[in-house]
Nanobody, 123 residues
């Protein structure tokens, strides 16, 4: 497994933007795709977006389409989540994760997880 470190969370007003980063601690690791998930208090972990390292193919949850953009920097082993037009319902702990096998919205397909970064959107 690889260690993943998220950063970029914070407090923002509704309509604002944040950019999350997820950096892998090792220079080389086996990963097919990276995903972002989020979990609000009292709710289950929810898929947000995913991207493949090779082709850059992206996948989004319906709730964030058109507002969030996932991207990657292969040379830096880093994945980003640009979040625009933020809403109070986007408030959650955001996790990045790595999958060696698939680009999917299923958390069980991801085998390495970061510790999370808090995003709070005030109304």
């Amino acid at each position: 497994q690889v260690q993943l470190v998220e950063s970029g969370g914070g407090l923002v007003q509704a309509g604002g933007s944040l950019r999350l980063s997820c950096a892998a601690s090792r220079r080389t690791f086996v990963s097919y795709a990276m995903g972002w998930f989020r979990q609000a208090p009292g709710k289950e972990r929810e898929f947000v977006a995913a991207i493949t390292w090779t082709s850059g193919n992206t996948l989004y949850a319906d709730s964030v389409k058109g507002r969030f953009t996932i991207s990657r920097d292969n040379a830096a082993n880093t994945v980003y989540l640009q979040m625009n037009s933020l809403k109070p319902e986007d408030t959650a702990l955001y996790y990045c994760a790595s999958s060696r096998w698939a680009q999917t919205n299923r958390p069980t397909a991801y085998d390495s997880w970061g510790q999370g970064t808090q995003v709070t959107v005030s109304s």
